[in-house]
């Protein structure tokens, strides 16, 4: 055999070996070890993208009210003894048992720091009769956005009271039904439906309009 085919004859075997074993696309095989880093690095950032967002969904939150119960008598043998409150420590939430229930005022929750201690309700909930951990796990109302057509914030509301929505007069806009107080009124308590009014020529609508 001419040694020159030899010699031509082991790179090509070699390259049909490593296009045998190797499961990446053969326009690469003629690179080596910097194709099989490049394959490597390649499968670690699919896993990374494929697994993040399932490890992330997976945090716990603990269960809805309705689910409550259920949850108590699996974990705690007994419907007054599950908690599951925000740990400030982890940044999660947490579960545990006990047979006393912790309560503290309107406006405020309580979550875990080694103990449990009171934090004020976050700017877009509130908590308008007192807090218990029995049955609770942060502050138990999500304030109204006021974004209906028409609507426009009147106040922010507090900690214990929910916000407060007026029609935007400077678009024309008035209440449907008027409310108990004529500038502004209560999503929790009223019907704050706005509706477009007519404003005869030369005039302006006011906040009373």
Same mark, same amino acid.
């Not at 074993?21 to 080596?32: D, R």
């Not at 009271?161 to 008027?178: E, G, L, M, W």
């Given at each position: 055999m001419d040694p020159y085919e030899m010699i031509k004859g082991e790179p090509r075997e070699r390259s049909r070996g490593l296009e045998?074993?190797?499961?990446?696309?053969?326009?690469?095989?003629?690179?080596?070890? /910097?194709?099989?880093?490049?394959?490597?690095t390649w499968f670690r950032l699919l896993f990374i993208i494929v697994t993040t967002p399932v490890l992330s969904y997976s945090k716990f939150e603990c269960p809805s009210r309705t689910e409550w119960k259920f949850r108590?008598?699996?974990?705690?043998?007994?419907?007054?003894?599950? /908690?599951?409150?925000?740990?400030?420590?982890?940044?999660?939430?947490?579960?545990?048992?006990?047979?006393?229930?912790?309560n503290d005022p309107a406006g405020h929750k309580l979550v875990l720091v080694g103990d449990l201690d009171r934090r004020d309700c976050e700017g877009t909930r509130y908590q308008p009769f007192s807090f218990s951990t029995n049955g609770m796990s942060?502050?138990?109302?999500e304030k109204t956005y006021c974004r209906e057509e028409g609507q426009v914030i009147h106040t922010e509301g507090t900690a214990d009271?929910?916000?407060?929505?007026?029609?935007?007069?400077?678009?024309?806009?008035?209440?449907?039904?008027?409310p108990?107080?004529?500038?502004?009124?209560?999503?929790?308590?009223?019907?704050?439906s706005c509706y477009k009014k007519p404003c005869p020529l030369g005039f302006i609508m006011t906040p009373e309009s």
């Open positions: 045998k074993n190797n499961p990446c696309p053969p326009l690469f095989t003629i690179m080596g070890e /910097h194709y099989n880093m490049l394959c490597f108590a008598v699996s974990n705690c043998n007994i419907p007054e003894g599950y /908690h599951c409150l925000f740990n400030e420590n982890t940044n999660e939430f947490g579960e545990f048992c006990d047979t006393r229930s912790y942060s502050c138990i109302f009271s929910d916000r407060q929505c007026r029609c935007d007069y400077t678009r024309s806009y008035a209440f449907i039904i008027k108990k107080q004529s500038c502004y009124c209560v999503p929790s308590k009223e019907d704050c």
